[in-house]
């Protein structure tokens, strides 16, 4: 291939070309271009970050729930102290030992001896006016101004979450974070970090030899203004998020309500709760250590992680099934004489008038009728297996053992066992509608959050469907849907007509069934209560229900833990929700009065040592 | 076989001298760029430095044992090098250790080992095989197929190991293609698409508002501009003969290529990749992310000045400004310290290098030992222009080391193997027939 022999001067060029282009290059990016000189009298270049102001969040109203404060980092560069300094002088300013000095300057110099880094983190504003007027004495140290949340409602901390400092695991896996950034760590600070956070921003200055800014760099060509966060819009009304955590103080427990029509979330209350003003700035980490070392678990956020079978008011689920199913009409009767006996077992049930139709099975929450329903809908089919599994489509179908999907991190799926679960327990083949019959009744394997509970009341409020839940209403005026195309109309598979039969009864429970404590004038409350059976302690209080009964504008359930029966404490607290949200007023003060009052926390240990007697 | 004092008298030192120049400073600049008081011995090998040395030294071994092995071996082996090659590639895949999102390292007691680096020398020699037999023609397609399959199938293991830089580096051996007898439309067409691609880039956002209320996007506008183009040519050329066909391929083709920039712009690339590239046109400006590297690296070099701060007195590099100090931006110590004579001479010495390669490429008699060394020339010519070109904004930020220079065992082996394997074809030339 010597005919080719010329093209290695070709070749040749091409290496001359681009060596030449990189020496031009070069000769003008060291040699003419001012640009990236630095004077030599500024002899080195200090990046100091604009650290973005967070995201405002409000509530629907458009009350203010989480603002900002300025707050202070001061910044030490190891290199740059002299041998002269003054530490006790300097001690003395910021109100530190020796030994802490000591401490966070070594630590600073183990980060970097160039590098600028922490060395005080969030000063208030109140201490940095004192240190700001002294500080020029200190060369190597300056200051970064960030800001700090702050809560003025003191409510909904579960719901809002908190803002921490970016770990290195943080920092590691995701690009955007550097040491010392903040990030929202749990709730909605967590779940719309991205919104907001902002974008940081930068001022490279250009510093003398005694640490002294000499001003801009390239006249702030490589600085980036910082950009603050979106504001946000919650869903949540905030007198009706105080109100409720005031009506659970002393007791522990949740309240969820949703607005049926749109799926916004109108309050999300976990008790017990705590200040969020605790978890801010200097003090966050001594006051984590104490909240999490609570035997109350005041940071545990019930709405969504805590599982708890649904009790009697999941008897209107296995209604609805039972009558989309065809094995039941409105006007079936069934007996029950205290219970309901199968394969020589029983499983009991209160006095009441016997048989019992739909409407009065539901006032009266009897068990024996929903053992009846239960076992015709699993043994309408070939094999128990079969007939689950079309039973336990349904119970998915109202967002139930499965995530919500709510905009919020650490949400529990709940549990529906699946047939593999029996079949391990009982063997393939070995179980039968008998065996999972505590089902019938919502006992037994079922788990359920109190979200997923008021999620369930919204589908039945609507007829059929409900919208998945969301707590974010607007991002910066607008509408979240415009963002999230999560939110959508989920159907449960049960036609209209028949959430009606079901609806008319728990109208009837609140009329003058079990709930009649959730009862207010002029006003078509809908309801079911329920028992939790508790293992642990005493049983836990629960309801849920909505109003009104036509065109529904807030649904809700309530879990008072070792509460007893559902009208004691969960029904009476649910009226009072409605009431507050759709009236603004409370017409019977005797019951919120015997609410507020009610202490439920002190029971736990009494009733466990009484077992032991 | 002649003794070893004819071995000594045949290598060529000049080659030998630049490699070593080449690595000293490398060495040094590594020094400078890691530089710590407190661990002021370029010696300790708890240190970059220190370690770069104990590469340094095993490179240097290597190097003799390849002076020392029958130039026979490489071409009677080349294939089985090859192919052991590629399974050390496929095994990575499976066993590999991930750094940076690249699945490219095999760890083995506390050594990384990154079989791409060492693939560039097996490919390169399985391709001089390959071309080297008698009888093999450019300009066959058969030929060109085979050779782009050698080239291809490294460069696709590499590309799924996530490590788009290195895959990149493939693309070289187009100049050796070339010098074999490749048509040089196929160099014209990657410059022209190249550049149409930059262009294209640059001026698809653009709306132009054309007469008649007419709107057009840069895309569109580009297209228009071309056609203009080629009816212009066609005029000047109208009484050729198939000239009109030619011209409306050539029209469709740009066209085509115009309007799948967007697509593999956005769908192909890494979002991070496509990023790099929007910050190097001036598109997008981002302090922060792709933009920061390039804006502190071009401040530290530019900051040096004519003559440089001087050894150790580099401030950019000190206060770790620049990222990637002593690996890809190892050129902004350079830059920093020894200014723009220190620039010079490093290019000087690349260049010196370079050309010497090409020289000694045509005093070859065999085929295999002439395309080999065209090989390693294009591979050197590659990190050179990517990497020194990245430092100072005229490249995109691709991760691939400055060879002799970047801290890393691997590169410095692989490179070392690469070089001297060509010194010693070189020494024993004269007894090919």
Not at chain 1, 475 to 482: D, S
Not at chain 2, 273 to 288: T, Y
Not at chain 2, 349 to 357: K, S
Request: glycine residues 8%.
């Amino acid at each position: 291939m010597r005919q080719y022999e010329s093209r290695r001067i070709v070749i040749g060029a091409i290496f001359l070309i681009v060596g030449i282009i990189f020496l031009i290059r070069l000769f003008y990016v060291q040699v003419i271009d001012s640009h990236y000189k630095l004077d030599a009298t500024n002899n080195v270049l200090r990046t100091v970050v604009k650290y973005p102001a967070r995201g405002l969040i409000y509530d629907r109203n458009g009350t203010l729930l989480v603002y900002n404060e300025a707050a202070y980092d001061l910044m030490v560069v190891p290199k740059a102290i002299e041998e002269d300094f003054d530490t006790a002088g300097f001690c003395a300013l910021l109100e530190i030992t020796k030994e802490g000095f000591d401490q966070r300057f070594n630590r600073a110099k183990n980060y970097s001896r160039y590098k600028a880094s922490i060395f005080e983190k969030e000063i208030s504003a109140r201490s940095y006016a004192k240190i700001q007027e002294q500080l020029f004495n200190y060369p190597g140290f300056f200051v970064q101004t960030r800001t700090l949340r702050t809560y003025p409602k003191r409510t909904a901390a579960h719901l809002v979450g908190y803002v921490g400092e970016a770990n290195s695991k943080i920092i590691e896996n995701n690009s955007y974070y550097k040491s010392g950034d903040n990030i929202g760590i749990s709730g909605i600070e967590k779940h719309y970090e991205k919104v907001l956070r902002g974008k940081r921003g930068q001022e490279v200055q250009m510093v003398d030899v005694f640490n002294r800014p000499k001003g801009k760099f390239q006249d702030g060509a490589f600085d980036a203004t910082a950009v603050s966060g979106s504001n946000l819009k919650l869903t949540i009304d905030a007198d009706l998020q105080a109100y409720g955590e005031k009506l659970m103080q002393n007791k522990k427990g949740s309240i969820v309500a949703i607005d049926p029509s749109t799926g916004e979330i109108l309050a999300l209350i976990s008790m017990p709760t705590y200040d969020p003003n605790l978890l801010v700035g200097r003090q966050r980490s001594k006051n984590y250590g104490v909240l999490s070392q609570d035997t109350l678990k005041p940071l545990f956020n019930r709405a969504l992680m805590a599982k708890y079978p649904p009790g009697s008011t999941f008897k209107s689920i296995n209604a609805l099934i039972g009558l989309q199913e065809q094995v039941l009409t409105p006007s079936m009767l069934y007996s029950c004489y205290r219970g309901y006996s199968f394969s020589g077992r029983k499983m009991g049930c209160h006095v009441h008038s016997s048989p019992v139709n739909l409407e009065f099975s539901i006032q009266t929450s009897c068990n024996a009728y929903y053992c009846n329903v239960f076992r015709s809908i699993i043994d309408n089919y070939h094999t128990a297996e079969e007939g689950y599994n079309v039973w336990r489509n349904y119970v998915t179908n109202f967002g139930l053992g499965k995530k919500t999907g709510i905009d919020l991190p650490n949400e529990l799926s709940g549990f529906v066992p699946k047939t593999d679960y029996y079949d391990r327990y009982y063997l393939k083949g070995k179980w039968h509608s008998t065996t999972i019959l505590s089902l019938a009744i919502g006992q037994g394997e079922l788990g359920f959050t109190p979200m997923q509970m008021a999620n369930m009341v919204t589908a039945i409020a609507n007829r059929g469907y409900y919208i998945t839940p969301h707590i974010a209403k607007e991002i910066n005026g607008q509408p979240i849907a415009e963002f999230d195309s999560t939110i959508v109309r989920n159907e449960t598979g049960i036609e209209a007509k028949y959430f009606n039969e079901v609806v008319e009864a728990m109208y009837k429970v609140v009329e003058k069934g079990t709930g009649t404590s959730a009862k207010i004038d002029s006003l078509q409350v809908c309801g079911k209560t329920g028992t939790v059976q508790n293992p642990h302690g005493d049983d836990h209080s629960t309801f849920i229900a909505f109003a009104p009964k036509e065109n529904p504008k807030i649904a809700l359930s309530v879990y008072v833990e070792n509460g007893y029966w559902g009208s004691r404490w969960a029904a009476p607290i649910a009226g009072l929700m409605i009431e507050q949200y759709l009236r603004d007023t409370i017409t019977r003060p005797h019951i919120e009065k015997r609410m507020l009052e009610g202490n439920l926390i002190g029971t736990v240990p009494k009733i466990a040592s009484n077992e032991g007697e | 076989m002649r003794g070893s004092k004819s071995l000594i008298d045949n290598i060529d030192w000049i080659t030998v001298g630049l490699y070593l120049l080449l690595v000293l400073a490398g060495w040094l600049n590594i020094y400078a760029a890691v530089y710590n008081e407190e661990f002021e011995s370029i010696f300790d090998t708890t240190q970059r430095y220190g370690k770069q040395l104990l590469w340094i030294g095993t490179a240097g071994v290597i190097a003799i044992v390849i002076l020392l092995i029958d130039e026979r071996f490489f071409s009677t082996f080349g294939y089985f090098i090859y192919g052991f090659i590629l399974f050390a590639l496929v095994a990575v895949l499976v066993v590999g250790a991930a750094t940076k999102g690249a699945t490219s390292w095999f760890v083995i007691g506390g050594f990384k080992i990154q079989p791409s680096e060492f693939s560039k020398f097996a490919t390169n020699l399985a391709l001089a095989k390959y071309l080297s037999t008698l009888n093999i023609r450019m300009t066959d397609l058969k030929t060109k197929l085979t050779a782009a399959a050698i080239i291809g199938v490294p460069a696709i293991l590499i590309l799924l190991q996530n490590d788009t830089g290195s895959a990149l580096v493939y693309g070289a051996f187009i100049l050796v293609l070339f010098r074999e007898g490749l048509s040089g439309n196929f160099l014209l067409i990657g410059l022209v698409s190249a550049f149409l691609f930059v262009i294209t880039l640059v001026f698809q956002n653009e709306v132009y508002q054309l007469p008649f209320d007419v709107e057009l996007t840069g895309g569109w506008m580009l297209i228009l501009a071309l056609a203009v183009l080629m009816s212009l040519v066609y005029y000047f050329n109208r009484k050729k003969k198939q000239v009109l066909l030619f011209i409306t391929v050539i029209f469709i083709t740009c066209s085509g290529l115009v309007k799948s920039v967007d697509y593999v712009f956005n769908n192909i690339l890494e979002p991070h990749q496509s990023k790099r590239i929007n910050v190097m046109l001036g598109i997008e400006s981002d302090p922060f992310g792709a933009g920061y590297n390039v804006n502190q690296s071009l401040i530290a070099i530019g900051s040096g000045g004519f003559s440089g701060k001087g050894y150790l007195k580099g401030t950019q590099t000190k206060y770790d400004f620049v990222p990637e100090q002593s690996t890809d931006f190892i050129f902004c110590t350079i830059g920093e310290e020894w200014g723009f004579i220190g620039s010079f001479v490093v290019i000087t010495l690349f260049m010196a290098l370079l050309l010497r390669i090409l020289f000694l490429c045509s005093r070859q008699r065999s085929a295999f030992a002439r395309i080999y060394g065209y090989g390693a020339a294009a591979i050197f010519f590659f990190h050179f222009t990517i990497n020194i070109g990245m430092t100072i904004g005229l490249a995109p930020v691709i991760g691939i080391p400055l060879p002799f220079f970047s801290y890393g065992g691997s590169s410095l082996w692989a490179f070392t193997i690469l070089l001297f394997v060509f010194i010693k074809m070189d020494a024993d030339r004269l007894e090919v027939l």
